[in-house]
């Protein structure tokens, strides 16, 4: 017989964001995508590569579970985290949640995930879970990866278990909501400053527009750091544009939340910001792009061109950070 929780199933463009609005409508708030991500200061960038890496890798939020902190903190959310190395504890924990009447997030490995349409190892997906079976799990995971979706018990033990990059160890986490919530608009400000404070001030070259002035100056040279730009290059548009980034590298959405912010507040600098990350939005989709095609044609014209583009979105996203920094209360 399975326990079922009575939820809005509806999938999102981000994992995480797509958790957090389930849990937060089983808890009577609803928020747009946007303004999720963007109350949890969810935007960044990282530009990553070593000598264990088969490809450079573009990163633009914030890393894995941040962002839930973040939007708790800043909402006056209970956040209810649960971690072990115990699979039985694990399940327990879960399960004792759902049979409560509460849906569940879960940090897991996507890979092990029946319905997953690409099988690769990502450690830091995550999805919502209202329900389950002698057999089956019962998730909510993005609208791409197909909403409301079921997966085996044995494949979500695996996922949960698993280990590498991004992953934890059997993350679970709850949310509820105190009496009186402070209200979202009264938190746009600190949220916008602070995620503009971090990209602006990063702690090493690899992060906020720095990481961008980086990728700018290797993007060129890709062609020579791979056996395989026909798959590694390809690769990187489709996780910019298709891999729950909600296409740009996340800044569709950020954009998107800045246009929700004006029109609840009377800022300049929200106006600015959100014109300036309108443009960096269209530019990120031009890189992507060119990387694609670099990768079927082999032209490193193509790369050149690219990096010429990042330059540019460097310092369209300083400026609009900057204008954001400048918001106050």
Same mark, same amino acid.
């Given at each position: 017989?399975?326990?079922?929780?009575?939820?809005?199933a509806?999938?999102?463009?981000?994992?995480?964001?797509?958790?957090?609005?389930?849990?937060?409508?089983?808890?009577?708030?609803?928020?747009?995508?946007?303004?999720?991500?963007?109350?949890?200061?969810?935007?960044?960038?990282?530009?990553?590569?070593?000598?264990?890496?088969?490809?450079?890798?573009?990163?633009?939020?914030?890393?894995?579970?941040?962002?839930?902190?973040?939007?708790?903190?800043?909402?006056?959310?209970?956040?209810?985290?649960?971690?072990?190395?115990?699979?039985?504890?694990?399940?327990?924990?879960?399960?004792?949640?759902?049979?409560?009447?509460?849906?569940?997030?879960?940090?897991?490995?996507?890979?092990?995930?029946?319905?997953?349409?690409?099988?690769?190892?990502?450690?830091?997906?995550?999805?919502?879970?209202?329900?389950?079976d002698?057999?089956?799990?019962?998730?909510?995971?993005?609208?791409?990866? @197909?909403? #409301?979706?079921? !997966? %085996?018990?044995?494949? =979500?033990?695996?996922?949960?278990? &698993?280990?590498?990059?991004m992953? +934890? *160890?059997?993350?679970?986490?709850?949310?509820?909501?105190?009496?009186?919530?402070?209200?979202?608009?009264d938190r746009?400000?600190?949220?916008?400053?602070?995620?503009?404070?971090?990209?602006?001030?990063?702690?090493?070259?690899?992060?906020?527009?720095?990481?961008?002035?980086?990728?700018?100056?290797?993007?060129?040279?890709?062609?020579?750091?791979?056996?395989?730009?026909?798959?590694?290059?390809?690769?990187?548009?489709?996780?910019?544009?298709?891999?729950?980034?909600?296409?740009a590298?996340?800044?569709?959405?950020?954009?998107?939340?800045?246009?929700?912010?004006?029109?609840?507040?009377?800022?300049?600098?929200?106006?600015?910001?959100?014109?300036?990350?309108?443009?960096?939005?269209?530019?990120?989709?031009?890189?992507?792009?060119l990387? @694609?095609? #670099?990768?079927? !044609? %082999?032209?490193?014209? =193509?790369?050149?061109?690219?990096? &010429?583009?990042?330059?540019d979105? +460097? *310092?369209?996203?300083?400026?609009?950070?900057?204008a954001?920094?400048?918001?106050?209360?």
């Amino acid at each position: 017989m399975a326990t079922m929780i009575d939820i809005d199933a509806r999938g999102a463009l981000h994992c995480e964001t797509t958790t957090l609005g389930v849990l937060l409508r089983h808890r009577g708030i609803d928020l747009s995508e946007p303004m999720l991500f963007g109350l949890g200061s969810g935007l960044s960038f990282l530009y990553w590569d070593g000598k264990n890496m088969d490809f450079p890798f573009l990163g633009g939020r914030v890393k894995p579970f941040e962002l839930t902190r973040n939007l708790a903190a800043g909402l006056g959310l209970e956040l209810r985290v649960r971690e072990t190395t115990s699979p039985r504890r694990a399940w327990d924990d879960v399960s004792a949640s759902v049979d409560a009447g509460h849906p569940v997030g879960l940090q897991l490995d996507s890979y092990h995930l029946d319905y997953f349409g690409t099988k690769a190892h990502f450690g830091g997906h995550i999805v919502a879970l209202y329900g389950y079976d002698d057999h089956t799990a019962y998730l909510v995971d993005t609208e791409q990866q @197909g909403g #409301a979706v079921s !997966t %085996g018990l044995a494949g =979500l033990a695996r996922a949960r278990a &698993a280990r590498g990059p991004m992953t +934890a *160890r059997h993350r679970s986490f709850t949310l509820a909501a105190p009496a009186d919530p402070p209200s979202p608009r009264d938190r746009i400000v600190p949220a916008v400053t602070a995620c503009a404070d971090a990209f602006l001030h990063p702690p090493i070259a690899n992060l906020g527009h720095r990481g961008i002035e980086k990728a700018a100056k290797l993007l060129p040279t890709w062609l020579r750091r791979t056996d395989a730009p026909e798959r590694d290059l390809p690769r990187t548009t489709l996780l910019m544009e298709k891999a729950g980034t909600g296409g740009a590298l996340f800044r569709n959405l950020y954009r998107d939340f800045l246009a929700e912010c004006a029109g609840l507040l009377d800022s300049g600098h929200l106006r600015t910001g959100h014109a300036l990350y309108a443009e960096a939005a269209t530019l990120w989709t031009e890189v992507a792009a060119l990387i @694609g095609k #670099a990768g079927e !044609t %082999g032209e490193e014209r =193509l790369l050149v061109r690219a990096g &010429a583009v990042l330059g540019d979105i +460097a *310092r369209v996203e300083r400026e609009a950070m900057r204008a954001l920094s400048r918001l106050e209360a």
